[in-house]
């Protein structure tokens, strides 16, 4: 929902590659990246990044950040979990962006079709303060979420099988779902939103006369289980700043809109706040993240019957 500036250090050069990206949110009906060259690694000082790593950005929850801690949520569950019912059952696992997209405007800025128009390809997705990108965090999540479905004997199909590609573009990752006639599918993100909101969210798809018409009702129980178990298994809250108890309904993602099997898309947190940035800078919180998305879709599942 915001503007972001971003910044990538391309490791063959050692200089940071300045882009500036519009992302709203994630998913985004951006007009995305515009290289623009080049800023030494850390060295703009008008840009928060620059500081490099900071205490907000430090793993564990006791790092808060400057708005509201993490401390203060509920404490996350923990135990084994219950994941019998992806057994046998396709699921869909999008890990949001690509680590090879902030390099590659010309593609993800081509205009592909989202079901009531069209739209960029994709985006380069946000980051922490600290440059941890979304990218890289939605496919950590990803490769934990499909560990733990494919142990329990769930058939997993991927958008990407690594972060270091370009694109799919959203319409081809919504197809992806669509061929292998998955049971659920389910679009892993994080936000850029301003520092002062924190938390989680789950986007649904609404009623847009799209292809996704015919499985609104049933995505919004998806979003419903997706919203209770991550809530239950991390800890962390609703989001502060938009949607209605972690619940939004968005008519202008493509991904969404293009998906003819159940499908939800979770902003796991905003990577611009100091708390929410720090968990996500932390594999155990990653990892739980993972569990309480693998819970949601087992729950959604096991609710069919
Ligand atoms: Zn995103």
Redesign the pocket.
């Known amino acids: 929902m915001t503007r972001v500036r971003a910044f990538l250090r391309p490791a063959a050069t050692g200089l940071a590659v300045a882009l500036l990206a519009l992302?709203t949110?994630?998913?985004?009906s951006a007009p995305a990246a515009t290289p623009r060259m080049v800023t030494p690694a850390g060295s703009d000082p008008s840009d928060p990044s620059s500081a490099g790593p900071g205490p907000s950005d430090s793993p564990g929850p006791s790092a808060s950040g400057k708005t509201k801690s993490p401390g203060a949520a509920p404490a996350p569950a923990s135990g084994p979990l219950n994941l019998a019912a992806v057994a046998g059952k396709t699921i869909l696992v999008d890990p949001?962006?690509n680590g090879g997209n902030w390099a590659h405007p010309e593609i993800i800025n081509q205009l592909v079709p989202m079901g009531t128009g069209s739209k960029a390809c994709d985006?380069t997705?946000?980051q922490t303060n600290s440059g941890y990108q979304?990218a890289a965090f939605?496919f950590d999540v990803g490769t934990r979420l499909v560990a733990l479905l494919r142990s329990a004997g769930a058939r997993v199909v991927l958008t990407r099988d690594s972060n270091s590609g370009v694109g799919p573009c959203v319409d081809k990752r919504a197809a992806l779902g669509n061929n292998a006639r998955a049971n659920v599918a389910v679009s892993i993100?994080?936000?850029?939103a301003p520092a002062g909101g924190h938390g989680f969210h789950v986007m649904e798809p609404a009623r847009v006369g799209a292809p996704s018409n015919a499985i609104v009702a049933t995505s919004q129980v998806l979003a419903l289980k997706v919203r209770d178990n991550y809530r239950a298994r991390t800890g962390i809250p609703a989001s502060s700043y938009i949607g209605s108890d972690g619940i939004n309904t968005r008519g202008d993602m493509a991904g969404l809109n293009l998906s003819t099997v159940p499908k939800v898309l979770v902003?796991c947190g905003n990577m611009r706040n100091g708390g929410d940035a720090a968990m996500m800078t932390n594999p155990t919180y990653r990892q739980r993240m993972a569990e309480g998305l693998a819970a949601g879709l087992a729950a959604y599942l096991a609710s069919l019957g």
């Open positions: 992302v949110g994630c998913g985004s949001g962006h985006t997705g946000t979304e939605t993100h994080a936000d850029g902003e």
